[in-house]
């Protein structure tokens, strides 16, 4: 993973901070596992035994009963292929059907058309743009918003889990 923190173009499109030492990467790596946030879920994504990158379930909110979720595929070599896709459906159905969420939202860099168009094509609804939001290497970024429902989910996709009522 930590190859992954090194390399600029995952940075561009991530917007990680500035580079760390594989000392303190690995010393931050080790606190977020011993201590996580309450409000973050976080699985790694897995493609024919590898970890391939990770997804997480952000900022969660039970009592409003939504989060926001974030995707990032490390392996290049799985861009492309479905990965991410497959990703993000297993996370929504997990939040909607486990988690009993009503709403997932995400945000990403207006210029990251490649998560732009696995958004919408899982099915999420772009919500609009929030203009010069985010400092990105120097410069305030546009970040779009996107949202789905629980209902909009599951017009579009069976669930995976079978959860008792």
Request: charged share 25%.
């Amino acid at each position: 993973m930590y190859a992954w923190h090194c390399d600029t173009e995952l940075e561009i499109f991530s917007g990680w901070g500035p580079r760390r030492s594989k000392t303190t990467y690995e010393a931050k790596f080790k606190e977020f596992l011993e201590n996580p946030p309450a409000d973050l879920a976080v699985f790694a994504v897995e493609r024919a035994g590898e970890l391939t990158g990770r997804i997480e379930l952000s900022e969660i909110d039970y009592e409003n009963r939504r989060a926001c979720m974030g995707l990032f595929l490390g392996d290049k070599r799985r861009w492309g292929a479905g990965v991410g896709s497959a990703a993000v459906v297993i996370m929504l159905d997990y939040a909607f059907s486990v988690l009993n969420l009503s709403r997932i939202f995400a945000r990403t860099y207006a210029f990251n058309d490649r998560a732009r168009r696995l958004m919408k094509s899982v099915g999420f609804v772009e919500e609009g743009v929030l203009r010069s939001h985010e400092m990105h290497n120097g410069t305030l970024r546009d970040m779009c918003v996107y949202g789905m429902l629980a209902t909009e989910f599951r017009e579009r996709h069976p669930t995976l889990f079978s959860v008792p009522e």
